[in-house]
T-cell receptor
Framework: AQTVTQSQPEMSVQEAETVTLSCTYD???????LFWYKQPPSRQMILVIR??????QNATENRFSVNFQKAAKSFSLKISDSQLGDAAMYFC??????????????FGTGTLLAVQP | DGGITQSPKYLFRKEGQNVTLSCEQN?????MYWYRQDPGQGLRLIYY???????QKGDIAEGYSVSREKKESFPLTVTSAQKNPTAFYLC???????????????FGEGSRLTVL
């Protein structure tokens, strides 16, 4: 069975600095997606970034980028120029690349990021 | 604007009572999901539905029931059989298959259920 592990329950970063959140996963599949979701205090989950396993290039979205190491099964999230609005719980998630709706998203336990002014 | 609406946001229930959480989406998504969120445990899948009148159990379905009579709606009933129902419940949806399928789940704002 696939699993997703986030080993950092809490992290802290100074405003304008860079922080990296770690995520590892376990799968025997070769076709899959990886996601980082953000859950701010309002509790609504928002997609931050997405990576397809077949793509070697790391995904980027403005200040957010990933370091995808397929062989190591590692998928870390880097937040550059951290802002107060980045403070949230961040979840790493995995989904197999086929199977329709039965293809459920598997979440890690989350990392709570605090941003210090 | 398209999105997912969950109601109520906060709900209190006495032990032994059933309660139903509403989830409505106007994204024309095929699949809908219910997740339960507890501190330190991430999100766990309760039920999901791929099409109208069809649904499957997730990892923690015991004590819960769902229906999917309309594509837009996927209500979750927390029954008295659920031993520890106090939690935050998230509804999500996605399309699947074809060029629109990015694999992304879209979430509602959640419902907080507290059993007194």
């Amino acid at each position: 069975a696939q699993t997703v592990t986030q080993s950092q329950p809490e992290m802290s970063v100074q405003e304008a600095e860079t922080v990296t959140l770690s995520c590892t996963y376990d799968t025997s599949e070769s076709d899959y997606y990886l996601f980082w979701y953000k859950q701010p205090p309002s509790r609504q989950m928002i997609l931050v970034i997405r990576q397809e396993a077949y793509k070697q290039q790391n995904a980027t979205e403005n200040r957010f980028s990933v370091n995808f190491q397929k062989a190591a099964k590692s998928f870390s999230l880097k937040i550059s120029d951290s802002q107060l609005g980045d403070a949230a719980m961040y979840f790493c998630a995995y989904r197999r690349g086929y199977g329709g709706a039965t293809n459920k998203l598997i979440f890690g336990t989350g990392t709570l990021l605090a941003v210090q002014p | 604007d398209g999105g997912i609406t969950q109601s109520p946001k906060y709900l209190f229930r006495k032990e032994g009572q059933n309660v139903t959480l509403s989830c409505e989406q106007n994204l024309n998504h095929d699949a809908m999901y219910w997740y339960r969120q507890d501190p330190g445990q991430g999100l766990r899948l309760i039920y999901y539905s791929q099409i109208v009148n069809d649904f499957q159990k997730g990892d923690i379905a015991e004590g819960y029931s769902v229906s999917r009579e309309k594509k837009e709606s996927f209500p979750l009933t927390v029954t008295s059989a659920q031993k520890n129902p106090t939690a935050f419940y998230l509804c999500a949806s996605r399309t699947f298959g074809g060029s629109r399928d990015t694999g992304e789940l879209f979430f509602g704002e959640g419902s907080r259920l507290t059993v007194l």
